[in-house]
């Protein structure tokens, strides 16, 4: 259940940065990447799917996103590619 609670913290951080930020604002989003770091206090697949459900009907429904490792310690959006 925890994931649920970072899913929403997530999406509302997400939201904000790519109303705010002018090299992603207006643009169609491509893809998410979330760092897992270590102690992995996620499980990417409940994260997953929380996320999917709360992103349906925004504009990042559908977005493809992946995971990768990090040394840095945490779970957070790594980087957020957009269209030319």
């Not at 992103?55 to 995971?67: A, D, N, R, S």
């Amino acid at each position: 259940m925890h994931e649920a609670s970072v899913a929403q913290y997530t999406l509302e951080v997400l939201t904000e940065v790519i109303n705010s930020d002018d090299r992603i604002k207006g643009k169609k989003i491509k893809k998410i990447i979330f760092a897992l770091g270590r102690p992995n206090t996620v499980m990417p697949s409940s994260f997953e799917f929380y996320f999917t459900e709360l992103v349906k009907g925004t504009g990042l429904e559908g977005v493809p996103f992946e995971y990768e490792d990090s040394d840095e310690e945490g779970f957070f959006v790594s980087s957020v590619e957009v269209e030319d």
